[in-house]
């Protein structure tokens, strides 16, 4: 069963940082694309920074050059360090995860993935 479990997430001013951990655990040695997705009341869930099983990553537009997609020596611990962050990164933030392999084009879609945390709140304030 794997399980994931965010944390650190929480309120910051602009231009501030924040660093999101995920715990991850259950899928022992399979291939795995994780990362994070984020979403807003009334919006759909949308890809923000995800690594393949192949160690790629992919990030969304409007995150490049700001946030960065991490994983500990074990890849049982993802992290998100977000710099920079503006008041349009307010949202819940979700780690999810897929086993076996998903094409890179796709990796952002959250339709790819099927195991996913209960999500962290991020708050930024102009």
């Known amino acids: 069963q794997v399980q994931l479990v965010e944390s650190g997430g929480g309120s910051v001013q602009a231009g501030g940082s924040l660093r999101l951990s995920c715990a991850a655990s259950?899928?022992?040695?399979?291939?795995?694309?994780i990362g994070w997705f984020r979403q807003t009341p009334g919006n759909e869930r949308e890809g923000v920074a995800v690594?393949?099983?192949?160690?790629?990553?992919a990030y969304a537009d409007s995150v490049k050059g700001r946030f960065t997609i991490s994983q500990n020596n074990a890849k049982n611990t993802l992290y998100l360090q977000m710099n920079s962050l503006k008041p349009e990164d307010t949202a819940m933030y979700y780690c999810?995860?897929?086993?076996?392999?998903?094409?890179?084009?796709?990796?952002?879609?959250?339709?790819?993935?099927?195991?996913w945390g209960q999500g962290t709140q991020v708050t930024v304030s102009s």
């Open positions: 690594i393949d099983n192949g160690g790629s990553t």
């Open positions: 999810a995860a897929a086993l076996g392999f998903i094409q890179w084009r796709l990796l952002l879609r959250p339709s790819e993935y099927r195991y």
């Open positions: 259950g899928y022992g040695s399979s291939p795995v694309s």
